[in-house]
């Protein structure tokens, strides 16, 4: 009788990722004890968990490991786009601690779902192995239809959940049949191994096509998660019906989630077929670019505008993709440090967005269009300047975060050969200043066109401030977070 | 000990920084300002005395802040020299400054805004200490544009008035300067970039502190290199930069043919113009030629540009002086004039005597301004030389001095101008050869003293021509500092006095130029000069005086314009040049200005381009709208449409 061996299980691999699941899963418990009245316990203690995984992260540091048979892996990359998500996670619950309550939406299953979500970031962030890849893609998805249908009565919400879940369920078979493929080609679900199999070039024709067909439908797959066009018609619906502090969550944390295992696929599985995948890439993220921007050009809909904006994030950073996988290293580094760099400039900026929306919200009503921001600065002073700061960034616009992660992402597109892609980029990004130096304009010039009491408790302020800060941090000291999306390195020259 | 020359331009700067923050009195403005150009003063006399103590082969205090700029090759020191060249003029500035800042406490009293006004004299006297203590072209240009910069804020001082006598609107008067000025300090830069190009240093002297060559020690060097012009040829390299800082000394010593700015810029309170346009800022473009002087010596017989331009300046602007009915026009037409001498003797190589005239002329025409600017204090405001007449008798010690004043300048012996203007005009009759050149100073000479004795006969002497003026002596702050000016005026001959030679030998390590040796030539010709001035002097005295006085009448043509015509017409308008660059320059200018904001950006830029674009992608948004259905059935399509397109892309070119 044969012995089964369970290999030896390196904890530090998983470590974070065990104290998000294992406290989401305690909260859960723990939530059935504390009266409704109190629900706001569970923020916070889900915080308290995120500060606990975040700070267990910093001696694994330097870590590179693998453990489950090489299934999940720690490495600076994920270290990195772990502890964004463990931010982006601290300041959406910060946003939401006031959010819900007021909306009248606030149940103690809010918190845990958002956690189980940042442990589904996590997966796609660790995940070196096909499999795992796709069980963080479905677990993250699962757990935001549901939180995207949060807000129960209202239909807009039910809606926007419906829709992302068919959506979601359709890519999620794409992405199955093309692990399928990918398998049937080269025999392997591991990300290096299938590297290596293509950089051995022991594929026959037919298995190359197979396995070109199957990588496809994989990018597909993310590229959803992302809202890359021309699978991002979701986005502006599901955006504009989430509850706020979820859209928040869906703009940076799912998004650059989506990105970091789509880079760690096409660096460490694809970047042999470089060649292949740039071109389509490229074209593919000029459209998203368009799409995203010229879509917010004409929104009334602050709410819209922001999804539509977020859509033409990703175009941006799939030039930073696109970099990464080039064959010339100085490129391919540059591209994985702008992907990196625009992701963290993103988050925070996009967070701030939506937190002001979200204290502009109030109970029952949605403060959305253009006119509600008019004046802004002579009712709420302080709101109007991080509106401000987060649209300059957006627009990418010194001294905010956006601007180095916009220069990060072109000098990227530019050293990896593609000069006229980076060309039109810079030209759209200047009719995207367009549409968020409207609203600065409306904040700041226009006369307010109602007065409205705007309370905002503690947790709200503190999480805009987060944000704001982070983005103008960022902005006039880039130096700490450019030295260290700097040590990270991706792929086969790892 | 070094250290200590960096509080001569700290002084100043540490006044305008308080001033424009924290004082709001104007009492306290005029004391704060004038005691920081006191201490700076002192702190000058401290560096001299330093200076004294220094070897003589290396007579030079240098301190260097810290490296400005490193920029691969491209290093820029913030230092500050301090060598006899910048004793003498950082004395002049802080000296006749310090007397100056001390006047106008009297004469600002009342005004409308006393506190800018004494923040950017201060900030002025910092800029101009800069430029005369910088020990590399860069910072000597950044206080080169400092001064601009405060003369372009103080003519603007009335910029809430629409006119100020003689009907100059102050802010036009204020931009006039600094567009003038532009034009000089555009060569200016295109000189520095030569001499980095060619040298590639910028410090004037060896740097040791921080390893920085200087290029004023390798002009001789590249004497024989060239710069391609192309198809115009080949320019001698020295030639093309010394042709660069002439244009730049014309912008900012107001020489022909760009002093058109100057006169106007009498629109400033007259402590500015006795500081600004007629003491220090005008100087200092030949102190960069003096400054220089190692390039300039290299083509002074081929290129004799700079004297033909000097020459030209004294006299055009001593025959434009003889016409204004201005009190302070006057002044600033003979300053230009005066400026011109300066320009024609270092274009000589007669580097000690241009400096000699500028002290000298520093001191007499801060005198003759201030002693105007008495004269307008003491009636009220007016400056038409039509509506005074007789005024000695009110204005007792004004009127003594003012004689003082224009003795000086028309270099009446023994007062100063005398003996620094024949100085010039010595050197170009027998060191330079150049008869012509001596002659037209010569005759320049007699215009001034005649145009000074015109103006003391239509102010102090005569009948009172405007019943309702009545005038009165200024108060001890105004006249002190002027009795000390009178004093330099009248002795201010002695710091380079034949036989003695200080200021030659005092500037001997910076300059090396030999000591004059006088001959009886000289002598005949001084005697000459300053008898035909006396006499000029004295025509224009008797004639506006005595003969022509009853026919000045307020509002009416001068009487001279009857016998002249025309030729009264031009030199009133100084040769006519302002209404040449409005035909040429200004009309045109703003003709294409007009067509370009109108037509081009209007229409084509802001029509076609922006809005265009604009219309475009507004019309592209509603197009994508159509697809944005909401309808889930219409998103899948779409998705698997890029199924498609992603497959056959992959799959397929593989």
């Known amino acids: 009788m044969t012995e089964i061996i369970i290999p030896p299980i390196d904890w530090r691999v998983a470590a974070q990722l065990s104290i998000i699941f294992g406290w989401a899963s305690v909260l859960l418990v723990i939530a059935l004890f504390v009266p409704r009245s109190r629900t706001r316990i569970i923020g916070y203690l889900a915080i308290v968990g995120v500060i606990v995984a975040a700070v267990a992260g910093i001696p694994l540091w330097g870590v590179n490991a693998e453990t489950f048979s090489g299934m999940l892996r720690l490495d600076a990359y994920s270290l990195t786009l772990n502890w964004l998500f463990l931010a982006s996670t601290a300041i959406t619950i910060a946003l939401s601690l006031d959010y819900l309550p007021r909306q009248g939406i606030e149940r103690s299953e809010y918190y845990v779902l958002v956690l189980f979500a940042t442990g589904g970031m996590m997966l796609l962030a660790q995940g070196a192995d096909l499999i795992i890849l796709f069980l963080g893609l479905e677990l993250l998805s699962i757990v935001l239809y549901v939180l995207t249908g949060f807000a129960y ?43 290596e199999t293509l950089a051995r070039q022991a594929l026959t024709p037919e298995e190359r096509t197979y396995l070109l067909a199957g990588a496809a439908l994989v990018v597909v797959g993310f590229g959803y998660k992302v809202a890359m066009a021309p699978f991002h018609m979701w986005a502006p619906d599901v955006y504009e019906g989430a509850p706020t502090p979820v859209t928040g969550l869906l703009s940076v944390g799912s998004k650059a989630a989506g990105f970091a295992s789509l880079l760690r696929f096409l660096v460490e599985a694809l970047a042999g077929e470089w060649q292949i995948w740039a071109p389509v890439l490229a074209a593919l993220a000029i459209a998203t670019l368009a799409v995203g921007n010229i879509g917010a050009l004409t929104q009334q809909n602050v709410k819209r505008m922001l999804a539509y904006s977020s859509i033409g994030h990703a175009g941006y950073i ?12 100085v490129a391919g580094q540059r591209g994985v440090e702008s992907v990196l760099l625009y992701l963290i400039a993103y988050t925070f900026t996009n967070l701030g967005a939506f937190g002001v929306l979200i204290a502009l919200e109030q109970r029952g009503e949605a403060a959305w269009d253009m006119g509600d921001l008019a004046g802004l600065w002579n009712r709420r002073p302080w709101l109007a300047i991080a509106m401000a700061v987060c649209m300059l960034s957006l ?41 968020y130096l409207r609203i600065v304009a409306q904040m700041f010039m ?42 990270v390195v991706l792929g086969v020259r790892g | 000990m070094n250290w200590i020359i960096w509080l001569i331009p700290a002084f100043p700067l540490f006044g305008f920084v308080i001033n424009a923050l924290a004082v709001r009195r104007e009492r306290d403005a005029g004391i704060l300002a004038s005691v920081m150009v006191g201490l700076s003063f002192a702190a000058t006399i401290v560096a001299m005395v330093l200076l004294e103590g220094s070897p003589a082969d290396a007579k030079r205090l240098t301190w260097t802040l810290w490296e400005w700029i490193s920029a691969g090759d491209f290093r820029v020191a913030f230092g500050l020299l301090f060598d006899p060249l910048t004793a003498v003029m950082a004395l002049l ?12 406490i009297g004469y600002m009293h009342g005004d409308v805004r006393p506190v800018r006004f004494f923040a950017f004299m201060n900030l002025f006297v910092f800029a101009m200490l800069m430029l005369v203590m910088a020990d590399n072209l860069l910072l000597l240009f950044l206080g080169w544009e400092g001064v601009g910069l405060c003369s372009f804020l103080l003519i603007g001082h009335y910029f809430d008035r629409r006119s100020v006598p003689p009907g100059i609107n102050p802010s036009d008067a204020a931009v006039k300067a600094f567009v003038a000025n532009r034009i000089g300090d555009a060569a200016m830069l295109a000189a520095l970039f030569a001499i980095f190009a060619n040298f590639g240093t910028l410090s004037f002297y060896d740097n040791p502190q921080l390893g920085i060559s200087g290029y004023l020690d390798q002009a001789v060097a590249i004497a024989g290199d060239t710069i391609d012009l192309g198809a115009f040829g080949q320019l001698p390299l020295i030639a093309g930069i010394t042709l660069l800082m002439l244009v730049a000394v014309t912008g900012k010593s107001a020489q022909f043919p760009l002093y058109t700015w100057l006169p106007d810029a009498m629109a400033g309170p007259t402590p500015v113009s006795a500081l600004i346009h007629a003491a220090t800022m005008v100087t200092s473009g030949v102190y960069l030629i003096v400054r220089n002087h190692t ?10 540009w700079v004297l033909v331009i000097g020459v030209m300046t004294a006299f055009i602007g001593a025959t434009a002086a003889v016409a204004q009915l201005d009190i302070k026009r006057v002044l600033a037409y003979s300053t230009i004039s005066q400026l011109g001498y300066m320009v024609a003797a270092v274009g000589m190589g007669a580097y000690v005597a241009g400096m000699y005239h500028l002290l000298t002329h520093g001191l007499f025409k801060a005198l003759l301004f201030l002693a105007a600017g008495s004269v307008i204090h003491g009636i009220g405001g007016h400056q038409d030389m039509r509506r005074m007449g007789g005024l000695r008798d009110d204005l007792p010690t004004t009127f003594r001095l003012y004689v003082v004043g224009a003795l000086a300048l028309s270099g009446i012996f023994p007062l100063a101008g005398f003996w620094s203007k024949d100085e010039i005009i010595a050197h170009a009759w027998f060191d330079a050869r150049s008869p012509l050149a001596a002659i037209i100073l010569i005759l320049t000479s007699a215009i001034t003293a005649f145009y000074m004795g015109r103006q003391i006969g239509m102010i102090f002497f005569g009948r009172p021509r405007d019943p309702a003026m009545h005038g009165h002596e200024s108060g001890a702050t105004m006249r002190w500092p002027m009795i000390v000016l009178a004093g330099g005026a009248v002795i201010g001959g002695l710091i380079n006095f034949p036989g003695l ?20 030539g000289m002598g005949v010709l001084a005697t000459i000069t300053t ?33 002249l015509g025309d030729l009264w017409r031009g030199m009133e308008f100084g040769w006519g040049l302002d209404w040449l660059y409005q035909r040429v320059v200004v009309r045109p200018y703003r003709a294409a200005s007009v067509f370009l904001s109108q037509v081009v950006d209007r229409e084509g830029i802001d029509g076609v381009l922006v809005d265009g674009t604009a219309r475009g992608l507004v019309r592209l948004a509603r197009g994508l709208r159509l697809l944005q259905s909401g309808y889930v059935r219409m998103y899948a399509l779409m998705f698997l449409a890029g199924v498609i397109i992603l497959i056959t892309f992959f799959a397929l070119r593989g």
Do not use: C
């Open chain 2, 501 to 520: 030679h200080w200021l030659n030998s005092y500037l001997r390590p910076v300059l090396q130029e030999p000591e004059v040796v006088y001959t009886l």
């Open chain 2, 295 to 304: 390039l300039f010596d290299q083509l002074t017989s081929a290129a004799p």
């Open chain 1, 318 to 329: 799939l030039f930073g993709v696109i970099a990464a996988g080039a064959t010339d290293g």
């Open chain 1, 446 to 487: 226009a006369e307010p066109a109602r007065e409205a009491p705007l309370p905002m408790d503690r947790a709200l302020r503190v999480g805009l401030t987060l944000a704001t800060l982070g983005v103008l941090i960022l902005g006039f000291i880039p130096t700490p977070a450019i030295d260290l999306v700097q040590r």
């Open chain 2, 93 to 104: 500035i802080t000296g006749v400054g310090g007397l100056i800042h001390v006047y106008s």
């Open chain 1, 395 to 435: 627009a990418g616009i010194p001294p905010t975060g956006g601007f180095w992660g916009k220069l990060y992402v072109f000098t990227a597109a530019w050293l990896a050969g593609m000069g006229w892609i980076t060309v039109i980029g810079v030209i759209i990004a200047a009719v995207a200043a367009f549409y």
């Open chain 1, 153 to 195: 009565p209202r239909i807009a919400s039910e809606e926007a959940g419906m829709k992302y879940l068919l959506i979601g369920a359709f890519a999620g078979g794409f992405v199955v049949f093309g692990i399928a493929l990918l398998y049937g080609a080269t025999g392997s679900m591991n990300l290096r191994a299938i590297g």
């Open chain 2, 531 to 563: 008898l035909l001035s006396a006499g000029a002097g004295y025509l224009g005295w008797k004639i506006y005086a005595r003969d022509l006085e009853p026919r000045i009448r307020i509002g009416k043509e001068d009487p001279a314009f009857r016998y």
